[in-house]
Nanobody
Framework: QVQLVESGGGLVQAGGSLRLSCAAS????????MGWFRQAPGKEREFVAV????????YYADSVKGRFTISGDSAKNTVYLQMNSLKPEDTAVYYC????????????????WGQGTQVTVSS
């Protein structure tokens, strides 16, 4: 059974940093794209970043470019999202997801989802 488990969320002041982790299990994800999405209250789930395990393809939402960094450790089957210079508008539940496509930026392109981790940025 495929499982994606996020961790690392929490409360941080504006300008601070957090690192989210997503541990994947249940199958081999070497050919999958691994993405991060987020959903704020009352808003739709939106794309944040995606990476192929080989790290050769990475994409970011414009809203996080230059502040967030996605990376992966294939030996640990874990994907990370380093978030720096956090803003109150980054407050959301962050979800890890896996896609059989090489990369994807739309929710319907993803096959597996984690349960989410809350990130709250105070002003």
């Amino acid at each position: 059974q495929v499982q994606l488990v996020e961790s690392g969320g929490g409360l941080v002041q504006a300008g601070g940093s957090l690192r989210l982790s997503c541990a994947a299990s249940g199958r081999t994800f070497s050919s999958y794209g691994m993405g991060w999405f987020r959903q704020a209250p009352g808003k739709e789930r939106e794309f944040v970043a995606v990476i192929r395990w080989n790290g050769r393809r990475l994409y970011y939402a414009d809203s996080v470019k230059g502040r967030f960094t996605i990376s992966g450790d294939s030996a640990k089957n874990t994907v990370y999202l380093q978030m720096n210079s956090l803003k109150p508008e980054d407050t959301a539940v962050y979800y890890c997801a896996a896609t059989r496509r090489s990369v994807g930026t739309l929710t319907y392109e993803y096959d597996y989802w984690g349960q989410g981790t809350q990130v709250t940025v105070s002003s």
